[in-house]
T-cell receptor, first 115, second 110 residues
């Protein structure tokens, strides 16, 4: 069964350091999402790609966060510099259709701890 | 942005009992309502979804009902089992975006 792959699964870093997360969506899924999930809360969208284009990055803190999907396949989310409040689970999801058009398939997530 | 409210935040039931989780949304343009189950250390997995042109959908022990007039939808799990224990999230979406509730931690006691 096809799955969304994410790495690393866990990341511990010190504040002010740079971190990067990688996501490989299900083959053929044009839409890719990055979510942040704070403990005890639901996922919150950071950025949404349609192929290699950003569709929505209105909730992405652009002073420190960046995301790219250069060839419209896998994607990287970067934080520089990391802050204590960035500690969370970072989830990647992909779907065949845009946003509310259909099921989003989630990866296992990257748990980030900023010390 | 417009939110989706989910209740209760925690729910404990005895094995074999039913569990009901409710969500209320505010965006009139929402037309897709999925429910996700998230187990510890894993990403959310879709368990059932419903579209705005349908009032109810059932899949074995799981059912979802939608009241578009009142803007609320509910997840019903019957004959609960210990493996149903997890965090459940509702969401509402349209062609542009999707919003998640805060989650319900369901515990099924054997």
């Amino acid at each position: 069964e096809a799955e969304v792959a994410q790495s690393p699964r866990y990341k511990i870093t010190e504040k002010s350091q740079a971190v990067a997360f990688w996501c490989d969506p299900i083959s053929g899924h044009a839409t890719l999402y990055w979510y942040r999930q704070i403990l005890g809360q639901g996922p919150e969208l950071l950025v949404q790609f349609q192929d290699e284009s950003v569709v929505d990055d209105s909730q992405l803190p652009k002073d420190r966060f960046s995301a790219e999907r250069l060839k419209g396949v896998d994607s990287t989310l970067k934080i520089q510099p990391a802050e204590l409040g960035d500690s969370a689970m970072y989830l990647c999801a992909s779907s065949f259709l845009l946003a509310g058009g259909g099921e989003q398939f989630f990866g296992p997530g990257t748990r980030l701890t900023v010390l | 942005g417009e939110n989706v409210e989910q209740h209760p935040s925690t729910l404990s039931v005895q094995e074999g009992d039913s569990a009901v989780i409710k969500c209320t949304y505010s965006d009139s343009a929402s037309n897709y309502f999925p429910w996700y189950k998230q187990e510890l250390g894993k990403g959310p997995q879709l368990i059932i979804d419903i579209r705005s042109n349908v009032g109810e959908k059932k899949d074995q022990r799981i059912a979802v009902t939608l009241n578009k007039t009142a803007k609320h939808f509910s997840l019903h799990i019957t004959e609960t089992q210990p493996e149903d224990s997890a965090v459940y999230f509702c969401a509402d979406g349209n062609n542009n975006d999707m919003r998640f509730g805060a989650g319900t931690r369901l515990t099924v006691k054997p």
